[in-house]
């Protein structure tokens, strides 16, 4: 079974600075994609950004970008020029495909605040 | 809006009583999945729909909990004889059909079970 580590349940941040999410997974494949969704407070999960492990080059999405690395099973996501909107639970899921089916294994999430 | 809807956003009831949650879909996804997100945790997959095949249950997926897709298209999740222990939030999600598309979700269904 897969598993999805994220290790920093609360982290915070100043406005317009960086910050990095950790993100570590365990599993057998090799053959996967890796995710990571906002959910911002009494609203609906948000896709940031994927990444298919198969792929060398990190994603990037505007201000958010990945250190996806393969071979430690760590899929962490960094935030630069952060805003208040970022400030949200980010949750960091493994998805794999097998048997026929697919499903997505999230973590427990990291609490970001975006401190003014 | 074309995102993923869901009906009703918020559900009361007492214990040992039946509540049924609907989920629409973006109109061209063929995935629909249901997850169950409790308080301070990720969500956690109960089952999945490719069109209207019920393709995977999760064991979390009791045999209180029921969950349809006539036709492929909305899906409603059914519990019966509901305990305090799901009390939770119900997510649906939607994705297009090729392995690692994106899941897309929807507002989520929070029930109380009092």
């Known amino acids: 079974a897969q598993t999805v580590t994220q290790s920093q349940p609360e982290m915070s941040v100043q406005e317009a600075e960086t910050v990095t999410l950790s993100c570590t997974y365990d599993?057998?494949?090799?053959?996967?994609?890796l995710f990571w969704y906002k959910q911002p407070p009494s609203r609906q999960m948000i896709l940031v950004i994927r990444?298919?492990?198969?792929?060398?080059q990190n994603a990037t999405e505007n201000r958010f970008s990945v250190n996806f690395q393969k071979a430690a099973k760590s899929f962490s996501l960094k935030i630069s020029d952060s805003q208040l909107g970022d400030t949200a639970m980010y949750f960091c899921?493994?998805?794999?495909?097998?048997?026929?089916?697919?499903?997505?294994?999230f973590g427990k999430g990291t609490k970001l605040s975006v401190i003014p | 809006d074309t995102g993923v809807s869901q009906d009703p956003r918020h559900k009361i009831t007492k214990r040992g009583q039946n509540v049924t949650f609907r989920c629409d879909p973006i109109?061209?996804?063929?995935?629909l999945y249901w997850y169950r997100q409790t308080l301070g945790q990720g969500p956690e997959f109960l089952t999945y729909?490719?069109?209207?095949?019920?393709?995977?249950k999760s064991r979390l997926l009791s045999d209180r909990f029921s969950a349809e897709r006539p036709k492929g298209s909305f899906s409603t999740l059914e519990i019966q004889r509901t305990e305090q222990g799901d009390s939770a939030m119900y997510l649906c999600?939607?994705?297009?059909?090729?392995?690692?598309?994106?899941?897309?979700f929807g507002p989520g269904t929070r029930l109380t079970v009092l």
């Open positions: 999600a939607s994705s297009l059909l090729a392995v690692g598309d994106p899941e897309f």
């Open positions: 599993t057998s494949e090799s053959n996967y994609y």
């Open positions: 729909f490719q069109n209207e095949a019920q393709l995977e």
């Open positions: 899921a493994f998805g794999h495909s097998g048997a026929g089916s697919y499903q997505l294994t």
């Open positions: 990444q298919e492990a198969y792929k060398q």
């Open positions: 109109s061209e996804h063929n995935r």
